[in-house]
């Protein structure tokens, strides 16, 4: 039996999604981090992003971020047509510095997790989601 | 590899780290056709606990032939190490003599006339004998699956998984993790698992909806063995959902999840472990990455790539032992652990030689009770080969040849693919091929071979894509699959490349034109994790090719070039 119409164009839309293949770091998301930062150095680390290497549904990835004595993290997909995903911003009173969400990918791409720290200075973390087809497993 | 003079080097604890490996190399015996039971499971007992490790069965009860890869690349850090090491580098490396029962255990070359010489591997009523043979030297030996056990044979589809678990529960497994086994639906696993007499352990099981860890997969257990505290903690394979259809266990969710790792294995410590086992199913470059970022685990037993490997693999202060498949192998590693830590092992892997192993009458039994009700089915012969079918290999194997032929001619089409498993066992030119023998690499629960429409460009992300889980150079981005094989199409791989230019020059074989990217193909393929797939099974396509070839003969061919190694 063939597949049906309906299944082909699932399988078509599956396969638009992955044609553009590792995205490069969109423009909009340099100009979101010098918003964001002002311009000012970002350190690596400080930050923990926490997301998988492989997307098990790159329509929901689950990612989170911690950083200790941040007032304000800045999350972004940047190979997403729209980069920007979420600023947290914590008050004084807050007991931690953390937060997790959804987020949808358009492909394989880098997310980065920005905080600002509360003596102004910034830190930086980021990781490869990789979005795939999938199958083969040995 | 490592040496003892590697292993002298490196300061544990208080004293030098002692470790000694006890893979015999019994090619004299050989020649004298001496090679005994005792010989392959001659071992002196060491140290105070002993591990027993068997991994990736893929329900093989029965004794079986397995030829071990020709072509097996590692890229970036994993380049010329192990288990990327085949063939006569391979016997240098461990120093196995041509000709000799390791050089057919453990490669691929001269296979027909070592395999005639052997004879069969496996059969788990000869690992069981193994297994007592050990209880009778270590009463309290741990025996530990790395799951891929309840998938890949007749018998084992038309039971939903219950033969295997019925022979394995003859066995007494302590503790177990998982791949395959949810293939068979979240509903039927749970099933199971809820009435296991053993451990069933995934620290990396979560619940999907809230990424919490699952109920009925407990991260980890104690074992007090030989007066020893030992964690066991279970890796389950992280890519569950994207190599196999994630529509079939949607309430679960996955992932490597190295930092709730390292957080179990702080955990256990601070619970009194004294020595830390994963069982995991990662795969053994994960496994090798994992060691070096997750501090205080002793040792891994590693599955899912299938790989033999006669050493433990050294990182840090982790040994990591990789058993083979198919039933072909089983690891036993003594520790001694002494005050909290591992002061040295003493391990072996052996393997089971059908024709050498008497086999345990107990499970004997077990094992005909559940073929017995399909005996008639199992043993009909379809046709021969008069050539040597295989499927081990990064690229191509003879029997996926077949599979890929079988799906042109059956379904019409201009181009197939078939996946790249590294499960199935061989057959030896001259053989009958049964129906049990198509059931052993084509068995799964999605097994529809489906016929579509794909433009030359699409065929290419999909080659790009698989290329990827295969050859990215970070560990933690692979699958564990080999690469997709391919019918009526020739190709070049530079494995060197990053994604989306690895593959060039794809042409049709019937035409031997260059695939045009605008183009539209007829493709049939098997093992499409979309749901709602449809077509006939692919045992009942490669049944109907057979039957009407009688004999089939299958050469390796060229038609897939590879660079950058």
């Known amino acids: 039996m063939d597949f049906t119409r309906r299944e082909t164009l699932a399988l078509g839309v599956g396969a ?3 044609t553009v293949l590792p995205f490069r770091v969109h423009a909009a998301a340099d100009e979101a981090i010098a918003a964001f930062t002002g311009g000012a150095d970002v350190a690596e680390g400080g930050v923990d992003l926490t997301a998988p290497e492989i997307a098990e549904n790159g329509n929901t990835v689950p990612v989170s971020v911690d950083a200790e004595g941040a007032v304000s993290i800045l999350v972004l997909a940047t190979g997403n047509p729209t980069p920007g995903v979420a600023t947290f911003n914590f008050g004084e009173l807050a007991g931690s510095q953390m937060a997790s969400t959804r987020i949808r990918l358009a492909g394989t791409q880098d997310v980065v997790a920005i905080a600002k720290m509360a003596d102004g200075s910034f830190a930086k973390a980021s990781s490869t989601v990789k979005v795939t087809i999938g199958g083969c497993g040995g | 590899m490592i040496s003892r003079r590697d292993f002298l080097q490196v300061s544990m604890a208080a004293s030098a780290m002692v470790g000694a490996s006890g893979f015999g190399n019994w090619a004299r015996l050989a020649a004298q056709q001496k090679l005994t039971q005792d010989d392959l499971l001659q071992f002196d007992t060491y140290g105070n606990v002993s591990l027993i490790h068997v991994t990736d069965i893929h329900a093989q009860l029965m004794p079986i032939y397995f030829r071990e890869p020709e072509i097996n690349l590692g890229v970036g850090a994993a380049f010329g190490q192990v288990p990327h090491v085949t063939g006569a580098d391979f016997r240098k490396m461990y120093g196995v003599a041509d000709g000799s029962p390791s050089h057919y255990a453990l490669t691929y070359n001269d296979f027909t006339s070592l395999a005639n010489a052997y004879g069969k591997v496996g059969g788990l009523d000869r690992v069981s004998t193994v297994i007592n043979s050990i209880r009778a030297d270590r009463p309290d030996a741990l025996l530990l699956d790395g799951g891929d056990t309840w998938h890949g044979s007749y018998t084992c589809y038309q039971t939903e998984g219950q033969d295997m678990v019925n022979v394995m529960n003859a066995l007494k497994p302590d503790a177990m993790t998982f791949h395959w086994e949810f293939t068979l639906g979240s509903d039927r696993v749970n099933e199971i698992v809820e009435g296991l007499p053993f451990a069933a352990l995934g620290q990396n099981i979560f619940d999907a909806e809230w990424d919490e860890p699952a109920e009925l997969f407990p991260p980890y257990k104690f074992f007090e063995r030989g007066g020893v505290n030992i964690a066991v903690i279970g890796q389950a394979f992280p890519y569950m959902p994207i190599a196999n259809p994630g529509w079939m266990f ?19 410590r601070s619970k009194g472990a004294e020595c830390v086992v994963v069982l995991s199913h990662n795969g053994f470059d994960v496994d090798k990455k994992m060691a070096g970022r997750v501090k205080g685990i002793d040792v891994i037993l590693s599955g899912h790539t299938h790989d033999a490997l006669p050493e433990p693999v050294l990182v840090g202060e982790t040994i990591v032992v990789a058993s083979g498949s198919n039933g072909k192998f089983v690891s036993r590693v003594d520790l001694d652990i002494r005050d909290g830590k591992m002061m040295g092992f003493r391990h072996k892997l052996i393997p089971i030689f059908s024709d050498v192993i008497t086999p345990d009458p107990v499970v004997t039994k077990v094992i005909d009770e559940q073929r017995a009700p399909y005996l008639d089915q199992l043993t009909e012969v379809i046709g021969q080969t008069d050539s040597l079918l295989y499927r081990r290999g990064n690229f191509n194997g003879t029997w996926d040849d077949l599979i890929c032929q079988a799906l042109i001619e ?14 199935g066992p061989s057959i030896l030119p001259g053989q009958d091929i049964t129906r049990e023998d198509i059931w052993n690499v084509t068995s799964m629960t999605y097994g529809e071979a489906y016929r579509t429409e794909m433009t030359g460009e699409f065929i290419h992300v999909i080659m790009e894509d698989v290329a990827d889980n295969l050859f990215n150079v970070d560990p933690y981005y692979q699958q564990g699959g080999d690469m997709v094989r391919i019918g009526g199409m020739g190709y070049k791989i530079d494995v060197s490349k990053p994604q989306g230019s690895r593959i060039s020059e794809m042409t049709l074989l019937k035409t031997g034109e260059a695939i045009d990217p605008s183009k539209t193909y007829q493709v049939a393929g098997w093992a499409s994790v979309n749901e709602g ?7 009942d396509v490669v049944e109907s090719h057979i039957r009407k070839k009688g004999t089939v003969h299958v050469e390796p061919h060229e038609n897939v070039k590879v660079t950058g190694v």
């Not at chain 2, 949607?250 to 256990?268: A, K, L, T, W």
């Not at chain 2, 797939?533 to 045992?539: A, D, L, M, R, S």
């Open chain 1, 16 to 18: 638009a999604a992955l």
């Open chain 2, 250 to 268: 949607p309430e679960y969710s996955f992932g490597i999840r190295d930092e709730n790792m390292q957080q179990m294995v702080d955990e256990v």
């Open chain 2, 410 to 423: 059956e379904r019409e089409a201009d181009i197939s693919m078939s996946p790249g498993v590294r499960w």
């Open chain 2, 533 to 539: 797939t449809e077509g006939p099974q692919i045992w």
